[in-house]
């Protein structure tokens, strides 16, 4: 048998495989051999920043002019004195009559004897009285303002307005 020889068909060895060169380099065997390469890809696999844009975002106070509305309450008080002058034997107590609060005011008389005379009510009526006002007021609102620019222009100098 004869030894490996080349043939046109076997693609040169670009990337210098030592067991290929020597394969034919060798002397002829007398067996048949044949040497055939093996070859192996790999890939590495990475990855990298890429600027795709820019983003500037800011705020904005927006202020807005308001009035504010509120049903406020206030009291008056009205005390009506109202003579009475009668004698009584004891002091009567505070009272109320319907929306009236009366409160007696005694006197002591010196006579040969003493006595208690009623000499005024106080009659105190509570009005409620609800009056509506409006006051002005300042409400301040933020909003975001987003800015996307081109990742090739140069990146705004100083602080955004």
Same mark, same amino acid.
């Given at each position: 048998?004869?030894? %490996?020889?080349? !043939?046109?068909?076997?693609?040169?060895? &670009? /990337?210098? =495989? %030592?067991?290929? #060169?020597?394969?034919?380099?060798? $002397?002829?065997?007398?067996?048949?051999?044949?040497?055939?390469?093996?070859? #192996? /890809?790999? @890939? =590495?696999?990475?990855?990298?920043?890429?600027?795709?844009?820019?983003?500037? =975002?800011?705020?904005?106070?927006?202020?807005?002019?308001?009035?504010?509305? $509120? &049903?406020?309450?206030?009291?008056?008080? /009205? +005390?009506?004195?109202?003579?009475?002058?009668?004698?009584?034997? !004891? $002091? %009567?107590?505070?009272?109320? #009559?319907? &929306? +009236? !609060?009366?409160?007696?005011?005694?006197?002591?008389?010196?006579?040969?004897?003493?006595? *208690?005379? *009623?000499?005024?009510?106080?009659?105190?009526?509570?009005?409620? #009285?609800?009056? $509506?006002?409006?006051?002005?007021? !300042? *409400?301040?609102?933020?909003? @975001?303002?987003? /800015?996307?620019? &081109?990742?090739?222009?140069? @990146? %705004?100098?100083?602080?955004?307005?």
């Amino acid at each position: 048998m004869a030894g %490996p020889t080349r !043939t046109p068909t076997t693609p040169p060895n &670009d /990337e210098g =495989v %030592p067991v290929l #060169e020597e394969a034919m380099r060798s $002397a002829p065997r007398s067996m048949s051999e044949e040497v055939i390469p093996l070859v #192996e /890809e790999s @890939a =590495v696999v990475g990855k990298r920043e890429v600027v795709t844009g820019r983003v500037r =975002v800011r705020t904005v106070t927006d202020t807005i002019e308001e009035l504010a509305q $509120a &049903d406020v309450q206030h009291e008056t008080v /009205e +005390v009506t004195r109202v003579p009475v002058g009668r004698v009584v034997e !004891t $002091a %009567p107590e505070i009272r109320t #009559e319907g &929306d +009236v !609060t009366i409160v007696p005011v005694l006197e002591e008389v010196l006579v040969v004897e003493k006595r *208690l005379v *009623l000499k005024q009510e106080l009659h105190i009526r509570r009005r409620v #009285e609800q009056e $509506a006002v409006e006051v002005p007021i !300042t *409400l301040r609102k933020q909003r @975001a303002i987003v /800015e996307r620019t &081109d990742p090739e222009d140069p @990146a %705004p100098e100083g602080p955004p307005t």
